[in-house]
Each structure stands twice: as C-alpha cells, then as structure tokens.
C-alpha cells in the first residue's frame, strides 16, 4: 500500500522582482520577498507530493521558492524531529511532523508559447513538481497540430454553409501532461489552466484599444460579446483537454486532471472534460435509429453504453470529499460576494470508491483557503501578493501494483 499527496497551486503572477508582467504591474524586491515567503510556507503546510502550478511566469522564480520551501523544511525537520538516539522517536507523531524536502524531485515547466518576453506582454505557463520523478518526459499541449474547427449545425430550413464554424489554432495556456510512477504504477496527470471569464476584446487596427475597454462609454452588448468570445475559447480548450484524457484512458491508463478550470464543477467547460454522467437505464430510451415509439435499447445494449460512459468518466476529488465527510462547503475563489470552486483535482475511476476495478482511492480533501478575502467587501482589502486562489490537496491510498 502506497500514500501520496497531490495539489493544485493557482500562484497568482509568479515572476522575479521589477520585471514587468502585465502592463504597469511589477513586483518590487521587497514585494517579491513577501510572496516568495508566503509561497515557501504553503508549500510547507501542504507538503504535497505532486504540486501542480499555475501562473508561473519564470521557471527560475519557481525554483527559488521550492529552493526556500527546502531550506524550510530541513530546519523545522531538525528542531522537531528526534534523531535515532531519542528513545521516543519512534512515535507515530514524528512521522507526521517530518516534512520531505523537494532536493530530490523532479520539475516540469511549461512556457506560454505566446509569451515573446515582452515586458507588460508578458504570457504565463504551467509547472509540476514530483518527488516520484516523470516517467519518460513530460509533453506540452498548446500550439496544435492541426487547428481545432468547430462546425456549427444550420437550424432547421436553412442551408449548411449559414452555419459557420469556431476555429482553434493554440490554446491560450499550455496543457502540461506528465507520466508519474507510484507505487509500482504509473499515473498520468494533466496540469492545466483553463481560458479565464474576462471578456475578449478586438482592438481595431490603429487603435490604441478595444471600444469595449473605454468604461467611460460603457458597452454593455459589446462587453457581452467578449464574455462570448472567452466562453467559446474555454470550452474548446477543455474539449482538447478532453480528448487527450480519454486516449490516455483508452491506453488503460489511471488519470488525475488538476488545475484552474475557471469555471464551476457543474458548468459546461468542466462537464465537458470530465465526460457525461450516464442516464439511469438507456433501456427506457428511444433508440437513436427508432422507427416506432416501442424502438427502445435492450438490456444488454444499456449495460454496453452504461460501461462505455463511465470508463471515460472524472470524478471530482471534492465531491468525493463532501459524499465522505458530509461537508458542503468548499471554496477556492471569493470575489464579489461569491464563493465558489473553480480550481478542480478530478480522477479517473481507478481512484473511486465504488468501482470494482479501482487501483486505490481518496482518503481526504484539504482546502487551504485561509488567506482568502472578497476583494469586494471595503473591511476586507485585496491581497495582491498572495494568490487570489486557494489550494486544494487529495490524499490517496494506492493499493499495491
């Protein structure tokens, strides 16, 4: 039987100090201090055995942190943990108080193929950290091979060329795929940061800036059209993702997809990667052939498409934490009086509870959303330096391979 940890990170904009991100936003040295004090010490608190980032301008800057996370980890292992010539170290405790240091794992990072390293242009990518190592290495899906084209279906009575089409040619963050050994098996696990909610805009040629963006004439229709526009980049985005994660299951591969979805459990983007949720009994159907009312799929035909369903189906770590635990609230994001989840660690169902052929499952959900405050509420000030995004943390226990 093997333990392991793995996390979600949205870090929020991690670059080195008076390096300008986006435009007129930098970090000063002293404001680059805080943060990577700040990240060092989630890192220790979670201490996680595969972290997955997001936001990660600068691998160096990464490095950095995860280098004071080591240093941390090392001290506090000395002033807490009793060495083999303490009588009492043994104690079940001290087990739990050591904290691994990261020295000896594995970092994938993950540039944005967009980012040309323009200062206030510049693109963020993603990152995993694995004290288990990669096994073969780890692949970026963002510049695609062959553009995604999305055709449109014409409504009833009108011709086939009216319909139009979306197309796709380069995902807005890079999807980072890397193969994990744990435990005498090997995981496959997608890091990805999925497009964001704010409104694409189109900057007309010449122009120093989109109509939309000038909120002194306030465009409510056009403002609309840009949420429009991210929506439909999103869930392209996550029909990518989707079709990646199902041919790895087709390999007969167990699957972990984390990351910032930005976008609940129950929206369209995060349905559409974790798959549909198989009706109750296909058999009471109608029959996608029917030729009568009475042409409904057999017995063994709704066992044949129940099975298919939930082979290629995620479940979400936290739901899975509330079906255990009877907790209902769970929050990564707060802004504007809402709080909701929009950062996901979701499973293939090697890892649930109810599958007969389950390879181990989850023990626990941590949250790690205690910095959070509604940058709405004037008694609660927006925290720009540690991440707008709590941290959340599935423990699991592998059966043995």
């Given amino acids: ?12 904009n991690l670059i080195g100090p008076d390096r300008e991100y986006y435009r007129f936003q930098t970090y000063t040295p002293e404001e680059y201090a805080w943060k990577e004090d700040w990240m060092a010490d989630q890192l220790l608190s979670m201490n996680a055995d595969i972290v997955g980032f997001q936001e990660i301008f600068e691998q160096d800057a990464l490095r950095a942190v995860i280098g004071e996370t080591n240093q941390r980890a090392t001290a506090l292992n000395a002033a807490t943990v009793p060495d083999r010539s303490k009588r009492y170290h043994r104690k079940v405790i001290f ?40 096994d073969g290495p780890p692949e970026i899906i963002q510049d695609l091979d062959e553009p995604l084209v999305i055709p449109f279906q014409p409504l009833r009575g009108l011709p086939r060329e009216d319909a139009g089409q979306y197309t796709v040619r380069r995902l807005s963050r890079p999807i980072l795929r890397a193969r994990i050994p744990v435990g005498g098996r090997v ?26 963006e000038d909120l002194t004439r306030y465009d409510p229709v056009g403002r609309a059209m840009g949420s429009l526009r991210a929506a439909l980049r999103r869930m392209a ?96 994001s707060a802004f ?22 389950r390879i181990g499952e989850m023990t626990y959900f941590s949250a790690f959303n205690d910095h959070l405050t509604d940058g709405s509420h004037p008694e609660a000030p927006y925290n720009k330096l540690a991440s707008d995004h709590g941290q959340i943390m599935a423990h699991i226990r592998l059966d043995r391979g």
């Fill in 1 to 12: 039987m093997t333990e392991f940890t793995i996390a979600s990170f949205n870090v929020k």
């Fill in 95 to 134: 087990r739990k108080l050591r904290i691994e240091p990261y020295d000896d794992a594995a970092l994938a990072f993950a540039p944005n193929a967009a980012d040309q390293g323009i200062p206030g242009e510049r693109r963020p990518g993603v990152a995993i950290l694995s004290r288990f190592g990669f």
């Fill in 187 to 212: 995981i496959t696990v997608f890091n990805c940061h999925l497009k964001s909610k704010l409104g694409e805009y189109i900057r007309p040629d010449g122009a120093a800036y989109a109509p939309e």
């Fill in 237 to 332: 985005e996550a029909w990518v993702l989707r079709r990646e994660i199902v041919a790895e299951i087709h390999k007969g591969n167990p699957v972990m997809v984390l990351g910032d979805f930005n976008d609940g459990e129950h929206a369209v983007s995060s349905e559409i990667v974790t798959g549909e949720t198989p009706f109750r009994n296909y058999a009471w159907m109608l029959r996608h052939d029917a030729e009568s009312g009475k042409d409904r799929y057999s017995e063994e035909e709704n066992e044949q498409i129940t099975e298919d369903v939930e082979r290629v189906r995620l479940h979400s770590a936290e739901r899975l934490f509330v079906r255990k635990s009877l907790r209902d609230m769970v929050y990564t």
């Fill in 336 to 357: 504007g009086g809402v709080f909701e989840s929009i950062d996901q660690i979701y499973m293939s169902r090697d890892f649930h509870p109810d599958h007969p052929g």
